[in-house]
């Protein structure tokens, strides 16, 4: 089986219709509070969606929450009183869930290759690329940010263990407090990717 | 309200049990606290399955999650990559002889300290010594005259003061220069053993034995403890060459003292 192959494509996949539309997504990002083109509070609320899913062992947590954002958009638009998108987004989730819960015994296709020396990280070819990119926003982060995360991540084994405790005396913070730094840290990396990443693509869009 | 870890993991690798995984569903959705704090617990788990840290309970039930979620497969990728790019930066520690050159440096920085605030303070102490001693110096050439000023009528005056304290022979007589701009040269003649009566004196400027200069009421000047006699000679009445300055009390007849010098103009 092949990376390609391990997922089935259509037939796992939630059938559903789309109902959103442009009204639809305005009222959505009206109703989270959220002004275009930002959106933080929609990958907010679709980060949530997805761990609803995820720890339901349902397949495709990604497609789901995305079927539940468009239902909720619809009724939006269609003005339905909603107090509370978040808490009726919940109630959505918990709706196609149980759509879904037929479908959970489904033959699930794992990509073996995938796994393979997963504790070593691999470097090829395609990731190379990526790499100068993450090098690049590292390098584009405050020093502190830089050096708190090479700290925390550069160390393995045991070694880690006593590193970490040893920045996080050296910083003068609990070790509840070094992980919100550094969680915080990698945020901004990936704001830092994601602009990279969406750059890349308007670039490509542009030369095509 | 903080989550234990364990449960954040257990929830997200869907090992919860269900009635506590429903109450976080609803505290997830209530607020975005437990949203961020299964994100940084999401981090931790992909960091231990990268790093085969995981139990094989665990890790079987992650490996689920994955086949299930391209986002969670290009989250684990992502890290890799991470990891590489981390490793690549570099290393910002200082080494063992920058460290001790700062450990030295800190201890050293107080004595430095102290030792740059007492060589300004002394500095400082020169500069007002210095301006005190200018401005003292300046007073007194206004109210002497200074070697060449110009006097209200526009006309450049030159001063020159010969010295009793230097004893010369015949061959060092002083030199005295005289610029073509000067006008008027004033020669001051000091006195020595300073005189104690305030009278005047007869005096006659000789170029070799011609006199060129005369006065029998030249008055003797005081400043401080130097006592001198001052003679305004027209500067287009002398010419280059060897002068004397005979000069005696004007009451005394008789008892003169001379004083050579070289005139250049």
Redesign the interface.
Known sequence: MTKGQ??PEVDAKVSRQRHITREGFASLLAALGDTPPGGAHYE?LR??L???F?????????DLADEVLDRLAYRLSQHTEIASA??F??GIARHVAQEQSGRKDQT????HT??DN??A???TLS?EE??VH??HC??KLP?SD??L??GY??A?GNNQIKARKSLAETLDVSAIAL??RV?LA?QR?RKC?TAAQDKNRKQGKNGK | MKTDQQQLRDYLLGRLPEDLATEMDTRLFASNELNRELQDEQDSLIEDFVYSRLTSVEEDAFQAQCARSQMLQEKVRSFRVFLSAIERLPDAKPSPLTLRFQQLLGILSPALALLLCFASFLYTRELRRNALLSSQLLASSRTDGSNAATNEDGRATVVAFLSANVPRGASTAPEVKVPATAHLLELQVELQPSPSEETDWDVELLHDTEVVWTSAHVPLHRIGQEAFLSLPIDTGSIRTGSYVVRYSLHADHGAAQSRPFHLVK
């Open positions: 391990s997922i907010q980060a949530k997805i761990f609803f995820s720890r339901r062992l349902l397949a495709f947590p990604e978040e808490a987004a919940l699930q296709n794992v990509d995938f796994f997963v504790s990280p691999t470097v990731n990526e790499i993450m090098e590292l390098k020093s830089a050096r995360l090479r991540y550069c393995t992980r919100q969680f990698r990396l990717m």
